[in-house]
């Protein structure tokens, strides 16, 4: 079973920088986001709206933006600090478990459509249809790159 190990948690956030990276890359990746999914409108005025039956999009939505946040800014203290020469998962398991939440098209599946045209609609149906799913699918890929990631601050830092 995977646990949440707070002295890796504590070692990297204890340098502001690091957690001001993982704040950074939490607002760069909810905001687009959220405008995709539909939940935050710029036109006529900005307007963010969660109707009921959006809630669970939307956690995903949070939680993933939020552990790319965490697992990226891990990544990036695991290569500066440490000189990671090879790292497990490093800094592709975040890009793929953001490009795999980043997959719910709303508005602009239209645009995919009318660019790509029967293949476009076929992988914007598939995008919408199985949207929630691929957003557990990248949490987990996440969470998988947090577990490899932890585990090698602890080893190479000695952590007990």
Do not use: H
């Not at 939505?61 to 790292?87: D, E, P």
């Not at 199985?130 to 990248?138: A, D, N």
Request: with cysteine; charged share 10%.
């Amino acid at each position: 079973m995977l646990k949440l190990n707070t002295e890796v948690l504590r070692l990297v956030f204890s340098n502001k920088i690091y957690a001001l990276l993982a704040v950074s890359i939490f607002v760069a990746l909810i905001i687009p986001l959220s405008i995709l999914a539909g939940f935050i409108f710029l036109e006529p005025f900005l307007i963010w709206e969660i109707q009921k039956g959006d809630i669970t999009g939307f956690s995903l939505i949070v939680i993933v933006s939020a552990l790319s946040g965490i697992v990226g800014s891990m990544s990036m203290f695991r290569i500066r600090m440490l000189n990671a020469k090879k790292l497990n998962a490093g800094i592709v398991g975040p890009i793929i478990g953001v490009s795999a939440g980043a997959c719910s098209c709303g508005p602009a599946g239209f645009a995919i459509v009318s660019t790509f045209g029967s293949a476009g609609g076929i992988a914007t149906a598939f995008l919408t249809n199985y949207e929630i799913p691929l957003r557990l699918v990248s949490i987990g890929i996440l969470v998988i790159t947090y577990y490899f990631t932890s585990r090698g601050i602890t080893s190479q830092c000695k952590i007990q």
